[in-house]
């Protein structure tokens, strides 16, 4: 590198609040609306969901459920970056809905489920200009969701759904620069980011023949607004102050829309095999995607996610032995993210998925778990007359969630 250009070193700070260092940029990591078993498939379930998973990606599926219940999940991840030796870990809240059966050939859910999430730190050190700056961002935006699904037909050949989401979240970002120049005050600068909003999801599944199942979703966000308050610190032996320089309230679109197909393939009772495509289009929104102080120069495109999954059901009876109703999932997905560098390149994403259905309870109520292995590769900073710096990460994520399912509201008696 020539000595004439700063030389910069990537110091991925450690710290067990902390997630992937690409969650850092944006809003952070994208596409996490999916069932614990959804997850083990490799991430798909447009096209296919059981009678007890709750289904966040396609609403016309939410038809299928058989029983009202509850399902709640919570995720670990753990993060490793290549070359670095830096480890961080999280574990928190997934998602929780409440399901009710509706007439016998439709449900509907009520709960909340992620959109986005970031919990990402790095510290840039500018050993020739000294300067350093560490860089922080926190925080979700969550979906509160009702949902509705109905199917017709004598074998539900059709079915059809619909859910409003309400979007609720926020972010803290952080910068912290400091000089080594004791003529230059250190400063903090803090963005209070706030988001709300609402998107519509209408979907459609189609069942042609017994072993094949089509599906489509397309979410609309037809209301967002983000609040940005900005907070400039700075401090030294003698003074301090602290000056709120802007607080807007932007009516500009601030999420984007949600396109989901789908595919799954039943050769063969209790076997299936599953396909989905899913793109976010934040490329409507790159003219106004001015909340990301880290990566200014960086490219906006859209989100594409490609996942390919398989499941084999368990046998749910009492005259088999007991692992032989254990419910078995695999697969894989590829994604591209929707932050590039400055020649259009994405960040990507190369995951494989495992997961395991294990019913209790007479088989009526089943405990889901998924670990996911995820490969992140691409820029993390760039800057003209620097060579970027890149980065490699695996990310592992543990998922787990209960799905009770039970005969609510029957007062009918035996003999009634």
Do not use: C
Request: proline share 3%; hydrophobic share 40%; glycine share 10%.
């Amino acid at each position: 590198m020539n000595k004439k250009i700063a030389l910069l070193i990537l110091l991925l700070t450690l710290n067990a609040g902390f997630a992937g260092v690409f969650e850092l940029y944006g809003i952070g990591k994208v596409g996490l609306n999916y069932s614990v078993a959804a997850l083990g498939r490799g991430k798909s379930s447009v096209a296919y969901s059981d009678s007890l998973s709750a289904n966040l990606q396609n609403p016309a599926n939410l038809a299928f459920i058989k029983k009202a219940g509850m399902e709640m999940s919570v995720q670990s991840n753990h993060n490793a970056i290549v070359a670095t030796g830096n480890t961080s870990n999280y574990t928190g809240f997934s998602y929780g809905m409440l399901k009710f059966p509706l007439a016998q050939k439709g449900a509907f859910t009520l709960g909340i489920h992620p959109l986005t999430s970031s919990r990402a730190s790095y510290q840039i050190v500018d050993e020739v200009n000294g300067y350093s700056e560490i860089a922080r961002s926190v925080g979700n935006i969550y979906a509160a969701s009702l949902g509705v699904g109905y199917s017709f037909f004598e074998k539900r050949q059709l079915a059809l759904g619909v859910s409003l989401d309400f979007l609720i979240g926020g972010y803290t970002i952080t910068k912290d620069i400091d000089f080594e120049s004791a003529a230059l005050t250190p400063v903090t600068i803090e963005n209070d980011e706030g988001f709300t909003g609402t998107q519509l999801t209408g979907g459609i599944t189609l069942r042609p023949f017994k072993q094949l199942s089509l599906g489509a979703a397309f979410s609309y966000v037809n209301s967002s607004s983000r609040r940005q308050i900005i907070n400039y610190m700075a401090s030294s032996s003698s003074y301090f102050y602290s000056h709120i320089d802007t607080v807007l309230y932007d009516n500009t679109a601030v999420f984007p829309n949600q396109i989901r197909v789908g595919l799954a393939f039943m050769p063969a009772s209790r076997y299936i095999f599953s396909v989905d495509w899913m793109q976010y289009q934040f490329d409507g929104l790159a003219s106004d995607f001015s909340f990301n102080p880290f990566y200014e120069g960086s490219r906006v495109r859209p989100f594409n996610h490609y996942g390919i999954g398989f499941e084999k059901q368990g046998q749910l009876s009492e005259y088999v032995p007991y692992y032989r109703s254990l419910t078995y999932r695999g697969g894989l997905f590829y994604e591209q993210q929707y932050m590039a560098d400055s020649q259009g390149i994405p960040v990507q994403t190369f995951g494989l998925t495992l997961g395991i259905g294990i019913p209790f309870t007479k088989f009526q109520n089943r405990i889901d778990a998924a670990f996911i292995v995820e490969y992140n590769r691409g820029t993390i900073y760039e800057e003209t007359g620097i060579v970027p710096i890149y980065v490699n990460e695996m990310v592992y994520h543990l998922n787990v969630s209960i799905a009770i399912a039970e005969t609510w509201f029957n007062t009918r008696g035996k003999y009634r």
